[in-house]
């Protein structure tokens, strides 16, 4: 079993920065890949990035492409979510989650394990 924690949200300008962690317990960590989704009140889940077990293969989906960039330390059982040139649209609540090894990473019905979020708003 992995538990999740993402941190590094918080509150930012348009066209500013914020690094997003996801720490992971279990020492099966580097076996997962990783995906990043992000949800608004009222709306589906939706995917931003992820990441393969060994941190050569990512995906991102086209509106992050450029200004996001997903990476990974097994050393540190972390993944992080650089985000940069950051819009007011890009405002949810970002989690991270465990894919089960099955399927594409871009469908979150494909992970078993997810952290509880972290809050990001980008203010205009």
């Known amino acids: 079993q992995v538990q999740l924690v993402e941190s590094g949200g918080g509150l930012v300008q348009a066209g500013g920065s914020l690094r997003l962690s996801c720490t992971a317990s279990?020492?099966?960590?580097?076996?997962?890949?990783i995906g990043w989704f992000r949800q608004t009140p009222g709306k589906e889940r939706e995917f931003v990035a992820a990441?393969?077990?060994?941190?050569?293969?990512?995906n991102y989906v086209n509106f992050v492409k450029g200004r996001f960039t997903i990476s990974r330390d097994n050393a540190k059982n972390t993944v992080y979510l650089q985000m940069n040139s950051l819009k007011p649209e890009d405002t949810a609540l970002y989690y991270c989650?465990?894919?089960?090894?099955?399927?594409?990473?871009?469908?979150?019905?494909?992970?078993?394990?997810w952290g509880q979020g972290t809050q990001v708003t980008v203010s205009s």
């Open positions: 989650a465990a894919h089960s090894g099955s399927g594409t990473y871009r469908d979150p019905n494909n992970y078993n394990y």
């Open positions: 279990g020492r099966t960590f580097n076996t997962y890949g």
């Open positions: 990441i393969d077990w060994s941190g050569s293969i990512t």
